[in-house]
């Protein structure tokens, strides 16, 4: 990529057909008329999407394309793209370039192939994608080709959803609609409407390329299915925030570059807790638009690590033995008149609005723990999520302080007061006094508030993060919907508030930790709660399908039961085949890479007490260390044999809830089996025998 010097104001949002540019190309009174259309969420009529879609072809040529897609997000959690030209032939034996409002309005890709869990069947592949008017349109550069991307809903032939956009863009309007009740309840008349925003955080690793090449777990199943512990990890604490390897640096600027031109704000980048891991945060966005940044992060991250001559891994659990990646997601709601509904002011205590707003999110977490638990269900997330990291599998709430307090004054009366933060003096004269915030931060927590928002930080790193946000927005939306009905028919507001405040205290404030969410005392504690503990990413799954989960998202119009019954499917069918990857990748490798090497090895040693004993030399040593080889590469054998005969009777039950439960308790342990042998290995035979790169160079060499 050029080093040439271009100002961010000029680079960015220049492949977006944003409000600028929009009033550039179109004519006034559709610029308006496309503007209104876009801040209501409202349909484009069709004569105004003909002169829409000619001046963003116009543009787009004028870019250097020659095509556009619609691009979706179906179920694999992916995005999917189909390409079509602008060509239009003529009858003169030429051709012009066209796009009309139909072709920029609708798609139609093959439904059949995607995964819907039985919403849709191998003969019936009719499919519609949708254009989402509210998420800006913009142009992807990659090598040559450069396309005109339109960000787009995907349904079957039936109007079921079969992507991840759809039900978020419900969710956006079943939250608005229930939180405009209770705003219109309080005395709000000038609000028209609330959007929720979000931030997402995203970690990865980087593995120099030559590593990766070499490595057919990662080349495969995104994650090292072998590997011996690397002398040194993450134990010195230097890497996190720590400078910048000048290649890495490199690669971050090229990723901003990039993703600034597609008007994503990439704003902090740093290193993260592991060596080989960092991150990127953007600046907030509406949740659909934000959800739409991230898979284009996650896609830029991995394009330009490759120009980089790295591999970007996005797996939750990459390396054994080290810090997995997350993606923090901080959400709030925002009104069209600028107002964070979540930011509690200078005196949070009389900020009826604000504790209302709190004490929906409160309800709504403590009522919907297990639903929120499996929103971030996956193979991958199962190595964090209550195993050997956090944040852990149980759905806690982290306040603080002040809010705590507040809390707890309104359980036994009314909140008279607030504890102010103050200041923070370091005693040196050189430094000045730092405002200091009313309440600390907990890293630990999984759903923490960080002083005008929440921080979900269970979700996993390679999740698309429509699943989880359509699920806040649909239980924080039940819980104001019945708020809502409490206030409507009250006469007295603030004696409503009262009384509402308070026994969503009573009853739920049982969420809320403020402690060390990783230690054993709180597990213990939660347990007294009551507070479900789901680990297992199948056993989580199967939670989505209870009573209360189909008429939550039915009566908001989120998802019909036959949806969210589908959804299920997919995401149990997904976890089996990620585990069967992983397992014949196992396979794969251990059978013609590791035994091999093993078995070799062992001979040199044999060869070698054969030769000291006919030399009359003791061999003691060598036959100790030929006895340990022998007895691992037996393991790594049998443990070959195992996961084989485990993977036969797997691959032959038909049930999808059924065969994931049979990876999770019989493939994983035999692959364990195998890693253990074969990692035993590792530490034993000749480096330069060794098939892998090894975690010390993966982790270390830059």
């Not at 923090?328 to 509904?341: E, Q, R, V």
């Not at 924080?476 to 009384?499: C, G, T």
């Not at 189909?550 to 949806?563: D, M, Q, S």
Request: aromatic share 8%.
């Amino acid at each position: 990529m050029s080093r040439e010097f271009e100002s961010v104001e000029e680079i960015f949002g220049s492949n977006v057909f944003n409000e600028a540019t929009m009033r550039e190309k179109l004519p006034n009174n559709v610029y308006k008329t496309f503007k209104k259309t876009i801040s209501q969420g409202q349909f484009l009529d069709s004569s105004l999407a003909d002169v829409v879609a000619n001046a963003m072809k116009d543009w787009a040529i004028e870019k250097g394309a020659t095509h556009f897609c619609h691009w979706f997000q179906p179920m694999t959690g992916f995005t999917a793209e189909k390409h079509d030209s602008f060509i239009s032939p003529t009858t003169d034996g030429r051709t012009i370039m066209e796009f009309s409002g139909k072709e920029l309005v609708k798609g139609e890709p093959d439904a059949s192939s995607f995964p819907s869990g039985g919403l849709r069947a191998t003969f019936e592949a009719r499919g519609y994608t949708a254009w989402d008017c509210t998420s800006p349109v913009f142009i992807k550069e990659d090598g040559t080709n450069i396309t005109l991307y339109i960000p787009s809903a995907f349904c079957s032939y039936n109007a079921e959803a079969l992507d991840k956009k759809t039900p978020l863009l419900r969710s956006m309007d079943a939250l608005n609609k229930q939180t405009m009740r209770v705003l219109k309840a309080m005395g709000n008349t000038t609000t028209k409407s609330v959007g929720a925003t979000l931030g997402s955080e995203q970690e990865y690793f980087l593995v120099d390329q030559s590593f990766a090449e070499r490595r057919l777990d990662l080349i495969l199943a995104g994650r090292t299915l072998f590997g011996a512990p690397s002398p040194r990890g993450q134990e010195m604490d230097d890497h996190y925030f720590g400078s910048l390897h000048e290649r890495v640096a490199s690669f971050m600027h090229d990723v901003n570059v990039e993703l600034w031109k597609l008007g994503v704000s990439a704003k902090t980048q740093h290193n993260e807790v592991s060596p080989g891991q960092y991150e990127l945060a953007p600046v907030f966005a509406t949740v659909n638009v934000a959800t739409d940044h991230n898979q284009l992060v996650m896609e830029t991250l991995q394009k330009i690590a490759l120009r980089c001559g790295f591999v970007c891994l996005l797996h939750e659990k990459p390396f054994a033995g080290v810090n997995g990646s997350g993606k923090h997601n901080n959400w709030s709601m925002s009104t069209d008149d600028g107002i964070n509904l979540l930011d509690p002011g200078s005196t949070p205590h009389e900020n009826m609005v604000f504790l209302v707003m709190l004490g929906a999110v409160i309800k709504a977490v403590d009522k919907n723990a297990k639903l929120l638990r499996a929103t971030v269900a996956n193979a991958g997330n199962e190595h964090r999520l209550g195993a050997n990291e956090a944040p852990p599998a149980i759905v806690s709430m982290f306040l603080g302080d002040e809010l705590t307090n507040i809390l707890e004054q309104i359980a036994t009366g009314k909140a008279k007061s607030s504890n102010s933060g103050g200041e923070l003096k370091l005693g040196v004269s050189a430094l000045p006094p730092l405002p200091k915030d009313s309440t600390d931060r907990n890293r630990t927590s999984p759903f923490a508030f960080t002083g005008n928002k929440f921080e979900f930080r269970m979700v996993g790193s390679t999740q698309s993060t429509a699943g989880p946000m359509f699920v806040i927005n649909t239980i924080v939306a039940d819980a104001l919907m019945e708020i809502a009905d409490e206030l409507e028919k009250s006469s007295n507001l603030e004696a409503a508030v009262e009384k509402i405040l308070k026994k969503i205290v009573n009853d739920h404030s049982k969420v809320i930790f403020n402690g060390d969410n990783y230690s054993e005392d709180w597990v213990k504690e939660a347990t007294k709660r009551g507070l479900p503990n789901i680990r297992s990413t199948v056993a989580s799954l199967r939670t989505i399908l209870d009573k209360e989960n189909y008429e939550l998202f039915e009566r908001h119009k989120v998802l019909t039961p036959a949806e969210l019954g589908a959804r299920t499917e997919v995401l149990l069918e997904a976890y089996a085949m990620i585990i069967n990857i992983e397992a014949k990748t196992t396979l794969n490798i251990a059978q013609r890479q590791i035994l091999p090497v093993g078995v070799e090895y062992s001979g040199m040693l044999a060869n070698a007490v054969n030769g000291l004993a006919t030399a009359g030399v003791g061999a003691d040593t060598q036959k100790k260390l030929l006895n340990d080889v022998c007895k691992l590469v037996d393991s790594l054998k049998n443990g070959i044999e195992n996961l084989k005969i485990g993977l036969s009777k797997a691959n032959s039950i038909d049930n999808s809830a059924e065969k994931a439960e049979n990876y999770r308790d019989v493939i994983i342990p035999a692959m364990d089996g195998v890693r253990l042998a074969a990692d035993g290995l590792e530490v034993i035979v000749d480096a330069e025998m060794w098939p892998l790169p090894t975690y010390a160079e993966m982790l270390f060499v830059r």
